[in-house]
Structures are given as C-alpha cells and as structure tokens.
C-alpha cells in the first residue's frame, strides 16, 4: 500500500514536470530525434549536437563536457548510431547533479525564515504563492511579509495572492521602512506559533546598491529576531530569459548568501536546458519549480523526475 502511494505521487511529479517541459521537449528532444534517427554517429554528427545543445541554453561548459562524454564512448565503441545518442544523452545527464540536499533548511526551534528576492519581472510574488500553497501542503503554517515598500501594487498583489492562498500577511503602508515590516513579521510570526516566514523583498537589480544595502539590512534584522534566520534565501529567476539568469544570479550572490534557486516559468520557455547550466556554472541548487500560473503549479525540483519528464515520449 505505502510503495503504491508514493508511485502514484511521483508519477503525478512526472507528468506535471513533462506537461511543464512540453516546449523544451519539443524543441530539444524532438528536434534530436529527427536530427539523429537513422544515422551513424561521426563528428560532424557529434558537432551538429553540440550546437542544438547550446541552442536549448544548457550552457557551453555543461554541453562540452556532455560532448567529450559522447566523444569517448564513440571512440570506445559503446555507441554507434544516433538512436542510441538520446538514451546515452539521458543517462549521461543524471550525473550533473551532486549528492546534495535539495530539502528546505528547516529551522531547529521557532519559526523557519525563507527571504525570497530577485529583479522585477522575475515571477516573484507568484513564486511566493505557490512556496506557501506547498508549504501549506505539507501541513505547515505560513506569513508572508510583505517588503516590497517601494511598489503599492507589490504588496496589492501580495495580500490578493495570501488570501487566495490562505496564510498570513503583515504588511506597512506603501514608503515604510522594508526592514521594520520584517520585524514586525518575525514578531507575528513567533506570536503566533507559525511554522514558516516568507520574506519577500524589492525586485531589484545588482546595479541598484540602495536596494541591495536595504536587502541586507532586513537580513540582520530578521537575524536579531530570530537567529541563525534567514535559514533559506531563494532567488527567483525566470526560465525564459535563458543565460541572463545565470548572470542575474552571479551578481545577487555577490550581495546575498544565496542557499538555492526557484527557477520560475520553467512551462513557458523551450530552454529548459537553463535548470542544467544553472547547477552546473553556478554550484547553486534549484529547489523549486514553477510550471504554471495557479498557486498549486510548483514542484520541488528532483533531477531524476526532470531528466524522464524531459525525454519523455
């Protein structure tokens, strides 16, 4: 009965993620196989790949190692033909992710805090929403801080989606002081007994310096009020703007102790090579995915399920 659960679980986990991945499917696999069915494997064949694999932005450092993998066993015999490149491809794939914990770093005592941040555009506030809907989920109770103080429609969009949702919101009026809302959250947060904090900030650039200087100042604040808070700080970047992400996130981690990514639109993108070029140039993992528009389309980020979903049938 309990083996019969959880297939059931992940085989919903797998075909949300292939629903997600339907563009970059048809895009990267589809096109593979009708680059390489029938054909003999050579290098010619070997460098048309390579240039598909940078086109579906898993990176050029990622794809060139892929390509002296699929070098190598060529050479070694072990494959021959361009059949058998996608199953040598999908199981070459499985080996970019570490042995890491990609679980939520939960706090030992009192409530967890989560900040999230990332640029404007991003997909952020909904990324909130469906962080609390899947903590929620897991049966865990949530507030959100709203600290996003220099956008009215930031802290609109944010108490329209808590209470869709269903989890609290502390929110100041529109100019206060970022790091006195997340005080005062933290406050709530452990007057209340709630399991979890969710911190959104203001979507910022790394060029913006008076924000990245606000975004720290709310990090030591929260810390004061709960230590060894904020236990998760997650970047919110959009699948769809491909290598920039990289970019944007190379710069975040300059000014914050980044712990993980939510990769956002990951189901309006045919570059959902990103998730790889992502683990592999930045050493961060990806714990989240966003796969739609609704609170419930999230998905903690399993490589294994990922790597089916995206050479699915």
């Not at 991003?122 to 220099?150: E, H, P, R, Y």
């Not at 300059?254 to 990103?274: H, Q, R, S, W, Y």
Request: glycine content about 8%.
């Amino acid at each position: 009965m309990v083996f019969g659960f959880i297939k059931k679980a992940v085989d919903a986990s797998t075909g949300k993620l292939r629903q997600g991945l339907a563009r970059t499917r048809s895009a990267l696999v589809g096109s593979l196989r009708s680059m390489l069915t029938g054909r003999r494997l050579d290098q010619a064949l070997i460098d048309e790949l390579r240039t598909r694999l940078i086109a579906a932005d898993l990176g050029v450092a990622t794809t060139d190692q892929i390509m002296k993998d699929l070098t190598a066993a060529w050479k070694q015999g072990r494959i021959g033909t361009g059949d058998e490149v996608l199953e040598f491809l999908k199981g070459d794939m499985r080996q970019y992710w570490p042995a890491e914990s990609r679980e939520l770093r939960w706090a030992a005592s009192g409530p967890t805090v989560i900040l999230v941040t990332g640029i404007n555009g991003a997909g952020k506030t909904t990324s909130i929403a469906k962080l609390g809907q899947w903590l929620k989920d897991q049966n865990k109770s949530v507030v959100v801080a709203a600290c996003d103080t220099f956008r009215a429609a930031a802290v609109e969009q944010l108490t329209i989606w808590s209470q869709r949702v269903g989890v609290d919101i502390v929110k100041h009026q529109m100019g206060s002081d970022p790091a006195a809302v997340a005080f005062d959250a933290c406050q709530a947060a452990l007057a209340r007994n709630r399991d979890v904090l969710i911190i959104d900030t203001a979507g910022r650039l790394h060029t913006q310096d008076h924000l990245m200087r606000e975004l720290q100042k709310i990090r030591r604040v929260v810390a004061k009020v709960i230590p060894e808070a904020p236990h998760e700080s997650l970047l919110v970047l959009d699948a769809t703007i491909g290598q920039n992400a990289i970019r944007q996130a190379e710069e975040f981690r300059k000014a914050v102790d980044l712990t993980g990514i939510f990769l956002a639109k990951l189901d309006g993108t045919a570059k959902g090579g990103i998730v790889v070029a992502i683990r592999n140039q930045l050493g961060l993992p990806v714990k989240f995915v966003g796969l739609g528009e609704t609170p419930a389309d999230i998905e903690a980020f399993n490589p294994e399920t990922f790597v089916d979903a995206l050479f699915s049938d």
